[in-house]
């Protein structure tokens, strides 16, 4: 298996990125190889000033980025020699079996819709958010910011999507799927939220459990919780801000220290022709060898094949 990686992309590359390619090398195991997407001269000298053995990593050459600030399909379509579009290139090619990077979101998601394209029968692409719950497991929170409107049919699909990595790479068995509202009977929430009730009611695609609010986020009512981005992304970084809010103060709480971005390291779009994974702008080390052990755990699980074959 081979899993590239974006060394350029992040608030801190090179070198956070390095790292954590280091911490992932040692625990990927044999048979991986993490191909390395970006300036090759630099990561060598790196890797060689620490006395590290690169032998497990390849190398693809380029000094050219997509900065955090560019605009997404100008920036992907002007740099056919940035890492970003080196990396998607190398998915379509099947050189790699997964394509990481933490580099500009937007320019990941416009690789993922017009390199290695949406698999045919998918509306829309998303992301998803991991949720720790209560019991001491995780559950899936989608989409958590690529859509901010959705339609009741592209809230259904997420169900599909969501319930297939849930059973695939978190191992569950049935799960059971939410449609998160301000209530839990069916008449309640916009007119969105009842169509999208009305559709995934009688399915027979995932097992639809019904309306939930948002005091079940948290705990075990649903395995996954489908919503719009706008207010996916807004449960997923109010979260977030909890957890920050209690390392202020210096409380530590081994339920809330699970809400830590660096324990997931990334997330995959869900619905495209390959295994990519998106990793957050500020990621550490831990954080980058988490993104690279997800990669290894969705290649495995070959989750972009099965989504394909279930939509065909």
Known sequence: MKI???ILGGDFAPNNCLEGAILAANELGEGVTLVLIGDSDYAKKYFADKNINDSNFEYIHTIENIEMGEHPTKAFSQKPNSSIFLGFKLLKEGVINAFASSGN??????GSMFTVKTIPGVIRPCITGVIPKENGGFGLILDVGTNADCKPDVLYQFGILGSIYAKEVFKIANPKVGL??????????NLVSQATH???????DFNFIGNVE?????????????????????VLKSAEAIYTLLKKRNRSDDYFDKFNYEVYGGTPVLGVN??????????SPLAFKNMLLLAQDIANAKLDEKIKHLFQ
């Open 4 to 6: 590239g990686f974006d």
């Open 105 to 110: 979101t937007g320019a990941m998601l416009v």
């Open 180 to 189: 998160l509202n301000i209530g839990e009977e069916a008449e309640k929430g």
């Open 198 to 204: 009305s559709l995934m009611k009688d399915s027979k």
């Open 214 to 234: 948002g005091r079940d986020v948290f705990n075990d009512t649903a395995d996954v919780i489908v919503c719009e981005g706008f207010v996916g992304n807004v």
């Open 274 to 283: 390959g295994n990519v994974i998106i990793g957050h702008g500020i990621s």
